[in-house]
């Protein structure tokens, strides 16, 4: 709050007997302060009365007191707010606070003169409202970094009998049902997800086809089709068991990528595959296997459940001595279809009823002439 001093004095002229040769030079002099207010007189020579309040000459602290130093040609008077009964009033144009009370000045200690003055003091501290603002900057305080890190599910493939429950498969046959499955445990729930990608199957040394491509997608339809995913850390199918010419193992390698699961999404996404189509082998080669090749490739079992008991790749065929080594047990074989082979049987039970039909037909034929020559000669 800021303090605006005001001082107003008025001066009474009182009346008394005698003369005093003395009188007060100017105004007064007033000081306003924070808890008391203090006046000061000037007076033409040496001043030996004394100052008070009025009406409270008797209080000590309402009085000043005569002065022995004959230089001194002044005098003063500090009051409290809370003694001598000080006027306190309250305005409200202008806003503020008055403080006010009449000083007797006299120059005589003992009595009044007409010489001595009365003044009335008063100090106003003015009120004041004044919006003060400051913009004070308060930022959040950084925030505390409380991680967790979850333990990432446990992952295995399992070659089944038959079904997603059935039995471990150690040892199989060419042509026996499988079931292919992947699954992740977790302690988790509804929190990841997973997908096989990028198998491979080899024979152990070196020689590879790939079964499911970077996104999951199976390449060939005769080998293993698209996987399932009954849940979101299950994945699996069912296929006939393959192997590799003149190989008794096979290796699965197979990579299977965990993410976090959406939030939100109840289940995981899977991937979105075409039915993939039966893979081709290559046409490139060598001169004296090339229709043999031919055959293999434009023969279709898609109308056949027969399954082929060898799947034979381009490089076994042109590795060195695999024709000398196979040609002979090879080329006796015939490999027809269930409709080729009841065709084949009727047309030799045809050709085997025409040749008996012939045979008969000549043996009657040649009986003949001999019995019209018998009965010639009996006559």
Not at 80 to 94: N, V
Not at 98 to 122: G, I
Not at 212 to 232: F, I, Q
């Amino acid at each position: 709050m800021n303090f605006v001093l005001a001082v107003f004095a008025i001066i009474f002229l009182q009346t008394a007997y005698g003369e005093i040769d003395n009188a007060i030079v100017g105004d007064p002099s007033v000081e306003c302060g924070d808890d008391f207010f203090e006046v000061k007189f000037d007076t033409r020579t040496t001043f030996h009365g004394i100052a008070f309040v009025q009406n409270h000459l008797d209080n000590p602290d309402c009085r000043s007191f005569a002065r022995k130093d004959d230089s001194a040609k002044n005098t003063s008077l500090r009051l409290t707010f809370d003694q001598c009964a000080i006027e306190k009033r309250h305005s409200t144009s202008p806003r503020g606070l008055f403080l006010s009370t009449n000083v007797v000045v006299a120059f005589n200690p003992e009595f009044l003169t007409k010489n001595d003055r009365v003044f009335k003091v008063q100090c106003f501290y003015m009120e004041m409202e004044r919006r003060i603002q400051k913009e004070i900057q308060i930022s959040m305080p950084p925030p505390t970094m409380h991680s967790k890190q979850l333990n990432m599910p446990v992952c295995k493939y399992e070659v089944l009998d038959g079904s997603p429950t059935g039995p471990p498969v150690y040892f199989a046959t060419v042509g026996q049902m499988v079931y292919h499955k992947w699954t992740c445990d977790t302690e988790h729930e509804n929190t990841f997800c997973m997908l096989v990608h990028s198998c491979f199957v080899d024979d152990g040394n070196g020689q590879r086809v790939q079964l499911l491509n970077e996104k999951g997608c199976a390449l060939d339809k005769y080998l293993l089709t698209n996987l399932e995913y009954p849940t979101d850390l299950m994945a699996g199918r069912e296929a006939h068991v393959y192997k590799y010419a003149d190989r008794d193992n096979m290796y699965f390698d197979c990579q299977i990528s965990i993410t976090v699961k959406e939030p939100g999404l109840d289940y995981c996404d899977v991937p979105s595959c075409p039915d993939p189509p039966r893979r081709r082998r290559s046409n490139n080669l060598p001169g004296p296997v090339e229709n043999s090749t031919t055959f293999a490739t434009e023969f279709d079992y898609e109308d056949s459940e027969i399954v082929s008991d060898y799947i034979i790749s381009n490089d076994d065929i042109i590795s060195l001595n695999w024709l000398q080594r196979n040609f002979d047990m090879r080329i006796s074989e015939l490999c027809m279809t269930a409709i080729g082979t009841t065709i084949l049987v009727f047309l030799n039970a045809f050709l085997f009823i025409i040749s008996l039909v012939s045979i008969m037909h000549v043996c009657c034929f040649q009986t003949s002439p001999k019995l019209e020559n018998t009965q010639s000669t009996m006559l």
